[in-house]
């Protein structure tokens, strides 16, 4: 059990509010957020004081308490793997919410990662550090996913896929076995990506999937 700081104060910290209150042994002892974003009168987020990001250090010692930072998927994930890092280089370790009720058969899972109920992990995958997976996903056995990853809900990952960092997957995408993503892969809602390798910073959409000529780069979720 951790005595635990959380950033933010979106829809997505609400939601890490309960599932960390109702499915773990943690304790939410703050939540934060940059000062800059701090409003005149705001002092408390789901009934929890709310404290400046920058004054977190001298109010919760890296040696006592832990962080858990669960943003959402803006800018191909680099805002959320921006948060990451500066807690990092504050000297913090991160927790992970992994629910009571996905099915993990892999002990390979880094830290700051949120993945939520349904999800099925299934032997020999390795998942990085902050990496979300919403409800209802399959990955497949011996597969990669790499830092800052987002999944959405019911993703189908075929065993043997490699996933590069900051890439991002659409509700109902399906993706073959032994593909390679290549760092800020974007899969759109409904994909059924058939190509045994994308570039970096590529978009894929149809059924079969066909490459955007857009970036992923261009683009603001």
């Known amino acids: 059990m951790a005595k635990v ?10 939601l890490a509010h309960y599932y960390l209150t109702h499915d773990s042994e ?40 832990k962080f858990f930072a669960p943003l959402s998927e803006r800018k191909m994930n680099q805002i959320r793997a921006k948060v990451y890092g500066e807690i990092k280089e ?30 099925t992990i299934q032997p020999f995958v390795k998942i990085g550090n902050n990496v979300v997976l919403w409800s209802g996903n399959h990955i497949g056995h011996h597969g990669e996913i790499k830092d800052h990853v987002y999944f959405t809900s019911h993703v189908v990952l075929s065993g043997r896929c490699v996933v590069g960092e900051y890439s991002f997957f659409g509700v109902n995408a399906t ?9 800020g892969t974007l899969i759109a809602m409904g994909a059924n990506l ?24 261009d683009i603001n979720l």
């Not at 370790?93 to 993945?115: D, H, M, P, R, W």
């Not at 993706?175 to 760092?183: F, K, P, S």
């Not at 390798?197 to 079969?208: F, H, L, Y």
Request: with cysteine; hydrophobic share 35%.
């Open 5 to 14: 700081v959380v950033f933010g104060t979106e829809l997505v910290a609400e």
């Open 26 to 65: 943690h304790e939410i002892v703050a939540f934060t957020k940059n000062k800059a974003y701090i409003k005149e009168g705001e002092t408390s987020f789901c009934g929890i004081q709310l404290v400046a990001f920058e004054d977190v250090p001298e109010l919760f010692p890296p040696a006592e308490y």
């Open 90 to 119: 504050m000297g913090y370790e991160c927790i992970s919410y992994i629910s009571s009720k996905a099915t993990v058969l892999t002990e390979q899972i880094g830290e700051n990662c949120f993945i939520l109920e349904d999800n």
């Open 175 to 183: 993706i073959r076995d032994g593909c390679t993503l290549g760092e």
């Open 194 to 217: 058939t190509k045994a390798k994308t570039e970096p910073w590529s978009i894929w959409k149809g059924n079969p999937a066909v490459k955007s000529e857009v970036s992923s780069k």
